[in-house]
Nanobody, 115 residues
Framework: VQLQAFGGGLVQAGGSLRLSCASS????????MGWYCQAPGKQRELVAT????????TYGDSVKGRFTISRDNAENILYLQMSSLKPDDTGIYYC?????????WGQGTQVTVSS
């Protein structure tokens, strides 16, 4: 299984970005998928997760109301729409795909928010 995350970049505070994570296999086979962020010098933290059919989502407290996770099972892509970005959102964003017996991680995409 390969997960390819892309869409990161440099953006000013208050701006928006959309991250995408393309899977080499059908994402409907995963029980859940999610985005995680690792800021410089910090541990990787949960940003958002979504169930296999998109019916259930969870968000980290710092991104609630600003970020939206979604998935396109037909195209096998996971998305993260990021709005009202803050400098504290800076980090490497990783996508994760979970199955009952394990999980897979993508390589990460850098997001930098300037003040």
């Amino acid at each position: 299984v390969q997960l390819q995350a892309f869409g990161g970049g440099l953006v000013q505070a208050g701006g928006s970005l959309r991250l995408s994570c393309a899977s080499s296999i059908r994402i409907s086979s995963f029980t859940s998928m999610g985005w995680y962020c690792q800021a410089p010098g910090k541990q990787r933290e949960l940003v958002a997760t979504i169930s296999f059919d998109g019916s259930s989502t969870t968000y980290g407290d710092s991104v609630k109301g600003r970020f939206t996770i979604s998935r396109d099972n037909a195209e096998n892509i996971l998305y993260l729409q990021m709005s009202s970005l803050k400098p504290d959102d800076t980090g490497i964003y990783y996508c994760k795909a979970s199955r009952t017996w394990g999980a897979y991680w993508g390589q990460g995409t850098q997001v930098t928010v300037s003040s």
